[in-house]
DNA sequence: ATGAAAGCGCTAACAC
DNA sequence: GTGTTAGCGCTTTCAT
């Protein structure tokens, strides 16, 4: 097999110049009619159109953007794409962005507001249309920024707090609780918990907070946790049940940060004969499509990732009238529970 | 909780000009200072800083790009955000190009070759200063808009063919004959195959032809094959060897299209106790994390996901020498097989 | 319906 | 070292 080498031949590409000169038109007639605005004769539409066409001419936003001071870009700020939840999330977004003819620019923060806050700022220097974030906790520098800006923006994920400007989420401190109430309401009492680098991970922190205060409001508490340090994985999820279990506390449930973790609690159990949900109930968060065909469907809550992202991308284009959008999430009873 | 209503005052951002005026010095003066080019005194440095960090100041980066021609700006074009095969080599390639001043616009194309063709001229109105597309098949269309963008550009993904400019992949067709010679060499004769809606996956076509290819060596074909008509996922996988079981050929093993749809056929067989590998062995494609930590870990092909996305950003920022590099697969020999 | 011309905010010569 | 100026390629009045 064999590259080729002429590829990158030096092309200048056409202007819109270069077309209105082919078409013998304006520059304004020819941008009239590229842009389909503006009142012009169908004869020199087809002028235009044969001359652009003729000469593959692809017009320059930067030059566009600038003139008309409004851009097709959203900038999109994620903490992480390890996990399936953020690209689900994103490709609610983009889909919606894309019918609109908007175009993602696309950033990943690994979870730290300082390294958000540069994305941040390297975004908004594209002046996009809009810009989403996830989650509530922002620097303040960040914050500063973005109120500078003047930019549209829409946090997602969260709304255990209150937002900056335009906001759809859940609230993942109600999601730990209503986990802790089924678990309660399916009899268990001896409650462990398997979380992963949690400090980072804010909205994981809400859920446990939530999952502890159901607890608490029945007189019960985590008897048992085993906190990873590093990322949510299903590796770690196993590990981390191992080691749990390895503690010696007797516990007859297991909450997971998430179902990453829980999968792998899962999988712990079905190897050491571990029988689930009798000897031990599993649960979970998120409502991964692969955890729902597991031999037994992980008990878990669904998120509507995708649906959040479309609904935030339409608050983002400004479509939605409310600045604040509850989108919840829903109970899976599966059979780990 | 109430949302502010006064986020979206109308701001207008300081340019330039203003930060120039507001230090007392001249545009260009600021530009340098900003730029950290050319020679500035230390004093006038920090009144630029100053004048720009109190007005808030974020470079226009439309107006910069127009002018300099050069963007930071690279285009990634991938087919699918469902599956996480793709936000992995997001991950490596954005990780590489953010560490170099770049950002990454992402688009869809869902498989779908006009559309592509479509975001490909979207992106390249915006004049990055790389495209990366997923695999070799494009139309006619959107190669002319390539070549004559003079973009540079990098495949990614497929090395069963010739690119048009840079490529970084692996061969699917070997890996597909590596997956079979496997199945062949544990003793496998009657050989079965469920995939997803793989006219679209053109990658998934070539691994299945190198699989049969494979067989063929050796004097056998597939037995029994399951194809369903939607994309990749547990339960496609789990619903298709459901049914190619229903055909009642029978098999000692079977190939998947991929690890989702690997795992799916997994969870039906411990659903239903078919004993793996004894009764039917499970081969999958990709190596996924999450599968490694089955209770048997699943036989696949682990392909280096993210080390292809970082590869390919070196690549897409002239940082290669090479203009072809297969950067291979590993075979992991799990407990499925 | 069409064209001329003035910017959009910045960079890159080029002077000083 | 620093300031002046001419564009980059487009959109947008404003004439005609």
Redesign the interface.
Known sequence: ????DD???????ATLADVARAAGVGESTASRVLRGKGAVSERTRAKVQAAADKL?Y??????G??ASTG?N?VGIIIPS??N?V???F??GA??VL?AHGH??????SEYEAEREER?I???????PAGLILVGLDHTEGAK??L????T??VEVYD?D???????VGFSNRQAGAVAARHLIGRGYRRIGYVGHRIHLDIRAVKRFEGFEGALREAGLSVVAQEIGTGTS???AG?EGLKRLLAQGIEIDACYFSND?MA??GY?HC??HGIQIPNQLAIFGHNGL??A????QPLSSIRTPRAAMGEVAARMVLGQEQA??IDIGFELLEGGTT
């Open positions: 097999m064999t590259q080729r590829f990158n031949a030096l092309t200048t590409s593959a692809v017009p320059n936003r930067l030059a953007n600038l851009s870009l794409l390890t399936i953020f690209p689900d994103l490709r983009n889909q894309e175009q993602s620019v696309i950033a990943v994305l700022a390297s975004v908004l220097s594209w002046r500063a920024l109120r500078a800006s003047g549209r923006l709304t707090g209150v937002g900056l400007d335009r906001l994985s299903v590796e196993r990453d999968l792998g999988f079905l190897s499509d692969l729902r065909f597991a031999p600045k604040l």
